[in-house]
């Protein structure tokens, strides 16, 4: 058994990933701990991706992923709690249960995964790192930021792509480092950096919700890497990873089927379709292995 509710978590970059959280990872909540705790924990993050509507409801791409895992796990797709994180604070919360999965802009790498014990359940989305500029600065392109200071987050790929991009074309810039986008922003509109470097989903949020963000803030035309957002959970417990895994290979299903709430049992329906009959056929003894509540 699950427990009462999941609780989830949200952030996202890619690279080699050499910087390792100090401590090799403990054990989380095992998968009938978080049936019998309930609801399920998830940290939360980034307007349009995964941003807050109102209370009750969590919208984006994170946020009904975690959604459809509480909805497997435990019959109910809004058993989730919605948990905020800081960047440094992400890994800590999972590897220590504070969260059940981490559904936020955080890149899959060898180092993560090696050196903190995570699970990595799979890609929820591809991104890549960008530069924003005000608009009065007339940076139209990368090249500009040569010997630049550069507002970007600690504790991030971010930092590290970015040292391996001006390094290898012989550039230098200043850097300010943030702890959280919110610090980012405060300082880039302070004008204490000339740009703000981040994965571009995460600039194009920090654009759409600063104030005037649109009219006075542009993007470099540059990508200096690209991105791997991926879904993580602690290892310890095959089962829960399994079945998190399991959920995110089913929706790529689903919306390679063309199948949505609107249609499902329609589609259910549709007996001539094989792919469809294997999608949807009786998996109770898979479900039960497992402790899946639907």
């Given at each position: 058994?699950?427990?009462?509710k ?6 996202i970059?890619f ?5 390792l959280?100090?401590?090799r990872?403990g054990?989380g ?6 049936q019998?705790r309930?609801?399920?924990r ?12 109102t ?11 975690c ?7 435990l019959?109910d797709p809004e058993k989730?709690v919605?948990?905020p994180?800081i960047?440094s604070?992400r890994?800590?919360?999972l590897?220590t ?8 802009h955080t890149?899959?790498?060898?180092g993560?995964e ?10 929820l ?5 960008g530069?924003?500029v005000?608009r009065k ?8 930021l040569n010997g630049?200071?550069i507002c970007?987050?600690t504790?991030?790929?971010s930092?590290e792509n ?9 550039w ?5 480092l ?5 610090e ?7 004008e ?10 995460q600039l ?7 104030p005037?963000?649109r009219?006075l803030?542009s993007?470099?035309q540059?990508?200096s890497?690209?991105s ?5 959970c602690?290892?310890?417990d095959?089962?829960?990873f399994?079945?998190v895994?399991?959920v ?12 949505t709430r609107d249609?499902v049992?329609?589609?259910r329906q ?16 898979l479900?039960?292995?497992?402790g899946?509540q639907t």
């Open positions: 058994m699950f427990r009462n999941l609780v989830c978590a949200s952030l970059a690279a080699a990933g050499r910087n959280a100090s401590g990872g054990r909540p095992d998968r009938r701990t978080i019998r309930r609801p399920l998830r940290q939360r993050r980034i307007a349009g991706v995964f941003s807050k509507g209370e009750r409801q969590m919208e984006r791409t994170g946020c009904d992923f959604r459809a895992v509480a909805a497997a796990a019959g989730v919605f948990v994180l960047t604070a890994f800590l919360a590897r249960g504070q969260i059940d999965v981490l559904a936020r890149t899959w790498t060898l993560r090696v050196g903190l014990g995570l699970h990595f359940a799979g890609i989305y591809y991104d890549g790192q530069f924003m005000t600065s007339g940076i139209g392109k990368i090249d500009n630049a200071t970007v987050e504790e991030t790929t930092k970015l040292d391996d991009y001006f390094q290898a074309r012989g230098k810039y200043q850097p300010v943030v702890k959280s986008p919110a980012a922003m405060a300082a880039f509109s302070a204490n950096c000339r740009a703000y470097t981040s994965d571009r989903g194009a949020s920090a654009r759409v919700t600063a005037a963000g009219r803030c993007s470099c540059a990508r890497q690209r791997r957002w991926a879904l993580r602690s290892r310890g095959e089962e829960w399994t079945l895994k399991w995110l290979f089913a929706l790529v299903a689903a919306e390679e089927y063309g199948i249609n049992q329609a589609k549709e007996r001539t379709n094989l792919m469809l009959q294997n999608f949807f056929a009786d998996q109770r003894p479900q039960q292995s497992l899946s």
